[in-house]
């Protein structure tokens, strides 16, 4: 995209792989990408070729087999891939989260068993927070897992389940113990492990694909428990984890938040490079529409709003490589990105006209992706609350 969206300070090691991957988004991912889409066909080769390329492990620790990258890397690449198709990038970002739960809070026994073969692709994973009845009020969650001996027994009914079906293990938040003094203490993550594909196996039903206006292509699905027996060893954490899941997971959401900024940037990113294009290439009484002042201010506003994302994007990111809490800073990233990614994406559509709104260009796809930006991984409104609470925290004023 020329001078936008660029990142100082990269490693030799970053440049390499971020180049690597934008060959592979304009080889391999924009040229198929709508067909795919409309046809809401799963990408096989594709993913095959992200398999190859070591996307499925690329912040994996290398003891593990992955490539030991940072969260800056990892978002920048999705930043790429969502450049391309924003439903390939769905098809890591799951499983990328359950790969950091494990590392930061898995048994070693966990991280042994789980990670080698999610680095390789060989096993995918889901994030299962939301449920029919609520979304971004988790306190709420109804799913429970009760005691049986030395097991557990879960019921329940999880919703919007990204790489459902072809998830060989889901990181899936339950209550555990209404008697726990604080409503977040009484929630723990399970690790479940399950076959790939839809059907029942082993009281864990998948019963299909949710039909969705976009980000088509990847399965989003329900995830049906009926007395599903687990051991305490498939807890997060193993039995030290049981009552953290609460915290556990918003630590992943962070990070998913940060993902989720990425996956916005790059839909703008393609949005205005469309725009900037087809501005030079349709003509109106008798200029390209690209020297009408209307359009080229446009133009300059989507660029504007670009940049600030990313930057704001890339700050996020570093934060929490540094070993910082950055629950704001993400928050902050993923409202502005995925705002902007809807404004953005708009206004290429209006500077196509009525081409737009034809399946036959690319900007009717992007049109339709943008919308999930704005409620993945929370609302714009749940991160208003989350940075404002902060703010009126660090800015307290003495009573």
């Not at 001078?3 to 792989?17: M, N, S, Y």
């Not at 991957?21 to 046809?39: C, G, M, Q």
């Not at 113990?177 to 690790?191: C, H, I, K, P, Q």
């Not at 950055?326 to 902050?332: Q, R, T, Y």
């Amino acid at each position: 995209m020329g001078r936008v969206a660029q990142t100082d300070g990269l490693t030799d090691t970053q440049a390499d792989i971020l180049a690597a991957v934008r060959t592979f988004v304009d080889k391999e991912i924009l040229p198929y990408a709508n067909d795919l889409e409309h046809k809401d066909e799963f990408p096989e080769a594709i993913v095959a070729a992200m398999k190859e390329m070591g996307l499925f492990g690329i912040t994996i620790p290398e003891q593990y087999g992955g490539l030991g990258e940072s969260l800056l890397t990892y978002a920048l690449v999705v930043e790429e891939i969502a450049r391309g198709w924003m439903s390939v990038s769905g098809v890591i970002n799951t499983h990328f989260i359950v790969a950091y739960l494990i590392l930061q809070h898995g048994t070693e026994e966990q991280r042994a068993r789980l990670l080698p073969k999610m680095a390789t692709g060989e096993i995918r994973g889901a994030f299962s927070m939301s449920e029919p009845g609520c979304g971004s009020d988790v306190a709420a969650i109804t799913t429970r897992a009760d005691r049986d001996g030395d097991d557990y027994l879960l019921t329940g009914t999880k919703m919007w389940l990204t790489n459902g079906a072809r998830a060989g293990v889901v990181a899936t938040l339950v209550k555990t113990d209404e008697g726990a003094d604080s409503v977040y203490r009484n929630m723990t993550t399970f690790l479940l492990e399950k076959e790939p594909g839809f059907g029942t196996h082993g009281g864990i039903t998948i019963p299909g694909k949710l039909d969705k206006l976009g980000y088509k292509g990847v399965e989003t699905t329900e995830m049906i428990l009926d007395n599903h027996r687990v051991s305490e060893a498939s807890v997060l954490g193993g039995p030290a984890g049981a009552g953290q899941g609460f915290y556990q997971m918003m630590d992943g959401v962070e990070v998913g938040r940060v993902n989720v900024a990425a996956r916005a940037c790059g839909i703008m990113i393609r949005a205005l490079e469309l725009a900037i294009a087809y501005s030079q290439q349709r003509r109106t009484f008798g200029h390209r529409i690209a020297d009408h002042q209307a359009i080229a201010f446009r133009l300059a506003d989507m660029a504007t709003k670009v940049e600030a994302g990313h930057l704001m994007m890339v700050h996020a990111a570093r934060k929490k490589d540094g070993g910082q809490r950055n629950d704001v800073e993400a928050g902050m990233a993923k409202y502005l990105a995925s705002e902007y990614c809807h404004e953005v994406t708009t206004e290429s559509f209006r500077i196509h006209g009525g081409y737009g709104y034809s399946k036959e260009y690319e900007i009717e796809r992007l049109y339709r992706e943008a919308p999930f930006m704005l409620i993945g991984e929370g609302t714009s409104e749940v991160q208003k609350l989350i940075i404002s609470r902060a703010l009126l925290n660090e800015y307290r004023l003495p009573r």
